[in-house]
Each structure stands twice: as C-alpha cells, then as structure tokens.
C-alpha cells in the first residue's frame, strides 16, 4: 500500500523560506513522478510543481524563480523549497505521487492519485 507523509509546513512572514518534505513508501519511488499541490480556502486544488522520474520539472507561473522542487530517489523523498513567499502561497500544501484512479488529477501529463495528508502553508503580511 503506497503511503505519502509530508511535512515542513509553518507559519512564516513575506518574504520569508520554508522547506516542505515528502516521503514516500510502498511503491518504486524512482519510476514515478511527484508534485506538489495545494489548496487554498475556498479555491480548487492547483498543482504547483512536478518532478519526474528522470528529473524533469516544471512551475506553476505564479512560483517560478520563487519554489525548487527536488528529489532524493535513495531516500524516497521529494522537496519543495519555497523562497520570498507571498501571501498568496498561503494554503494547504499536499504532495502526490504519479497513480491512476479515480480521484487522480492531472498534472504536466501526468495523473496523481496518491496523496499525502497535507502540511499548512501560511503567510503573513
């Protein structure tokens, strides 16, 4: 049974850093893809990163040049550093890995159907 923790949530002031984390256990971590999605209250769930298997990654707009995702394949881990946060970025944070099913969402071609517990995000002015 695949299993996704995430942490490194907080609160933090504009401007400011956080380092999100994310492991993963009971699948090849190294054959999939992860992301990173987040919802904020009252909005829909947007993906803000992803990272395949092989290292490839791509941003959502409103982050670029601000988050860096990463992953560690011999720790089953995938990172989001998030730098000169904004108001904005406040939200509930999850990572998911690359899955089918039909609560899956569709990122960067592909579907993310595993999904952590989420970690808060929040920003202050």
């Known amino acids: 049974q695949v299993q996704v923790v995430s942490s490194g949530g907080g609160l933090v002031q504009a401007g400011g850093s956080l380092r999100l984390s994310c492991t993963v256990s009971?699948?090849?971590?190294?054959?999939?893809?992860m992301a990173w999605f987040r919802q904020a209250p009252g909005k829909e769930r947007e993906g803000v990163s992803w990272?395949?298997?092989?290292?490839?990654?791509d941003y959502v707009d409103s982050v670029k040049g601000r988050f860096t995702i990463s992953r560690d394949n011999a720790k089953n881990t995938v990172f989001l550093q998030m730098n000169s946060l904004k108001p904005e970025d406040t939200a509930m944070y999850y990572c998911?890995?690359?899955?089918?099913?039909?609560?899956?969402?569709?990122?960067?071609?592909?579907?993310?159907?595993?999904w952590s517990q989420g970690t808060q995000v929040t920003v202050s002015s």
């Open positions: 990272i395949s298997s092989s290292g490839y990654m």
């Open positions: 009971g699948m090849t971590f190294d054959d999939y893809a």
């Open positions: 998911a890995s690359e899955g089918t099913g039909r609560s899956a969402y569709f990122f960067g071609g592909y579907y993310f159907n595993y």
